[in-house]
């Protein structure tokens, strides 16, 4: 069972550079996260999104954009990648009330 | 008031101690809450979920306070394996609260 899976599990990037982070879920779930976590802190939602096509901000949208074109697929991009965004990255995804079940994360430097 | 809050910690037991944590919400709309346990900034996941007034697993019981709301998560007999961020959610399944936030995790090391 795959679950969530997250690509790529590592990167690193100059400032000024852009990339996308792709999550993919094979569990047929509506609702999809991304959040960002950085040492000593919790976790941050970026955007999410409850439904193919729909997408919503979540608490530190900026400098981010999401996309969900399929519904198994949420997809985060950086367009021009600053220092600030050095992070470790999770996405989940869950249906109705149950909990949520998360990617192994991207570990993303900014250089 | 924020979303979620928890104690930070950290809290430092020994083996086979009896540990508590308490975590309030500020939506009293939340319907149902979990329990996630998050090692060394991998992913969480999830130990408990909490759909009415309590939980009880082994050697972890959650107790659910609506009328103060909060949510507590109980560990008996401590394990070195306990030793993680135990973190906290609380769910409203409408529109924009459909968010899940999190809160910030109470770090736990349990000591030999």
């Known amino acids: 069972n795959a679950g969530v899976t997250q690509t790529p599990k590592f990167r690193v990037l100059k400032t000024g550079q852009s990339m996308t982070l792709l999550c993919a879920q094979d569990m047929n779930h509506e609702y999809m996260y991304w959040y960002r976590q950085d040492p000593g802190m919790g976790l941050r939602l970026i955007h999410y999104s409850v439904g193919e096509g729909t997408t919503a901000k979540g608490e530190v949208p900026d400098g981010y954009n999401v996309s969900r074109l399929k519904k198994q697929n949420f997809l985060l991009g950086l367009e021009s990648a600053a220092p600030s965004q050095t992070s470790v990255y999770f996405c989940?995804?869950?249906?109705?009330?149950?909990?949520?079940?998360f990617g192994q994360g991207t570990r993303l430097t900014v250089v | 008031r924020k979303e979620v809050e928890q104690d930070p910690g950290p809290f430092n037991v020994p083996e086979g101690a009896t540990v508590a944590f308490n975590c309030t919400y500020s939506?009293?709309?939340?319907?149902?809450f979990f329990w996630y346990r998050q090692d060394c900034r991998k992913e969480p996941k999830l130990l408990m979920s909490?759909?009415?007034s309590g939980n009880e697993d082994g050697r972890f019981t959650a107790q659910l306070n609506r009328a103060s709301q909060y949510i507590s998560l109980l560990i008996r007999d401590s394990k070195l394996s306990d030793s993680a961020t135990y973190l906290c959610v609380p769910y409203v399944d409408s529109g924009s609260a459909r968010q899940l936030t999190f809160g910030s995790g109470t770090q736990l090391t349990v000591l030999p």
């Open positions: 989940a995804s869950r249906d109705g009330n149950t909990e949520a079940f």
């Open positions: 939506n009293s709309a939340s319907q149902s």
């Open positions: 909490v759909y009415s």
